[in-house]
T-cell receptor, first 114, second 113 residues
Framework: DAGVIQSPRHEVTEMGQEVTLRCKPISGHNSLFWYRQTMMRGLELLIYFNNNVPIDDSGMPEDRFSAKMPNASFSTLKIQPSEPRDSAVYFC????????????FGEGSRLTVL | GESVGLHLPTLSVQEGDNSIINCAYSNSASDYFIWYKQESGKGPQFIIDIRSNMDKRQGQRVTVLLNKTVKHLSLQIAATQPGDSAVYFCAENINTGFQKLVFGTGTRLLVSP
């Protein structure tokens, strides 16, 4: 079975450019999460969706970050404009299980902002 | 200059040994705990979970122990194998719904053949 699919796997861009990261959750999963992982801060929850609706975006760093989930099989995380401190690995995860922490993570998108 | 990153604690063991990875959690109101494994270049992978009304739970080759008195969680891996080499994270649900998981900083496990 296909797991969570993220693209691109690697992105190198220059400061000020727009970055869009994409995620396809596992079919049938109704909750989707975006995490960011850095050496300095570890793994941080940015936002999560339930049934395509954003439930908690308190982890989104600032207005430069936005996330959408237009349908059950697709989500985007956009950074505009990007800054060097946004360099990180961004993970998408999904689950169909209520009352559990068993999330299924994608392989991540490594973003480097020069 | 270069920023200082997290220095992951590292546990080095020999193949076949038992490994114990420890985690101190922060919130006494947390009611649910999870262990994840992250191999290099991959996303975290769920290993095992435990609710606060339990103090021990066993899986395949893994056991999680919970001590709520001292807010401590441990993951025991029996007969550690080279494939167990990874970074292990504990995560806690701080009682705001399962989605709000707070991850620890991780421990690197190195298994030598």
């Amino acid at each position: 079975d296909a797991g969570v699919i993220q693209s691109p796997r690697h992105e190198v861009t220059e400061m000020g450019q727009e970055v869009t990261l994409r995620c396809k959750p596992i079919s049938g999963h109704n909750s989707l999460f975006w995490y960011r992982q850095t050496m300095m801060r570890g793994l941080e929850l940015l936002i999560y969706f339930n049934n395509n609706v954003p439930i908690d975006d308190s982890g989104m760093p600032e207005d430069r970050f936005s996330a959408k989930m237009p349908n059950a099989s697709f989500s985007t995380l956009k950074i505009q404009p990007s800054e060097p401190r946004d360099s990180a690995v961004y993970f998408c995860a999904s689950t169909a299980l209520a009352n559990t922490g068993e999330l299924f993570f994608g392989e991540g998108s490594r973003l480097t902002v020069l | 200059g270069e920023s200082v990153g997290l220095h992951l604690p590292t546990l080095s063991v020999q193949e076949g040994d038992n490994s114990i990875i420890n985690c101190a959690y922060s919130n006494s109101a947390s009611d649910y705990f999870i262990w994840y494994k992250q191999e290099s270049g991959k996303g975290p992978q769920f290993i095992i979970d435990i609710r606060s009304n339990m103090d021990k739970r066993q899986g395949q080759r893994v056991t999680v122990l919970l001590n709520k008195t001292v807010k401590h969680l441990s993951l025991q891996i029996a007969a550690t194998q080279p494939g167990d080499s990874a970074v292990y994270f504990c995560a806690e649900n701080i009682n705001t719904g399962f989605q709000k998981l707070v991850f620890g900083t991780g421990t690197r496990l190195l298994v030598s053949p």
